[in-house]
């Protein structure tokens, strides 16, 4: 079992800064891929950034790929998504995710996730 615990979203201002947060714990994830989502009001959840735990190669949805960027804390154990110049539309319930042997990296899909975090509120406001 991998247990993730997110943190750090809230409401902020259009051309803002968040930074979420996600702490793992309960096993070892070097042969996984943690990865971000989203799930807008009314829309399905959708695929927003990963990386590799082990080597930290990053993958990043073209809808975001200028302004976020994700990253790990190896020692921490933390995954981070870092959020600049937000829009409205990035409003969402942002989940951090665990996936065993990287498949997420290639379907990008909610199905292909193992583990989700309880999610956290983004509010952009215009």
């Known amino acids: 079992q991998v247990q993730l615990v997110e943190s750090g979203g809230g409401l902020v201002q259009a051309g803002g800064s968040l930074r979420l947060s996600c702490l793992a714990s309960?096993?070892?994830?070097?042969?996984?891929?943690m990865a971000w989502f989203r799930q807008a009001p009314g829309k399905e959840r959708e695929f927003v950034a990963a990386i590799t735990w082990s080597g930290g190669r990053t993958y990043t949805a073209d809808s975001v790929k200028v302004r976020f960027t994700i990253s790990r804390d190896y020692a921490k154990n933390t995954v981070y998504l870092q959020m600049n110049s937000l829009k409205p539309e990035d409003t969402a319930v942002y989940y951090c995710?665990?996936?065993?042997?990287?498949?997420?990296?290639?379907?990008?899909?909610?199905?292909?996730?193992?583990?989700w975090g309880q999610g956290t509120q983004v509010t952009v406001s215009s």
């Open positions: 309960g096993r070892t994830l070097g042969r996984y891929a």
């Open positions: 995710t665990a996936t065993r042997d990287l498949v997420v990296i290639t379907t990008r899909a909610p199905g292909s996730v193992d583990y």
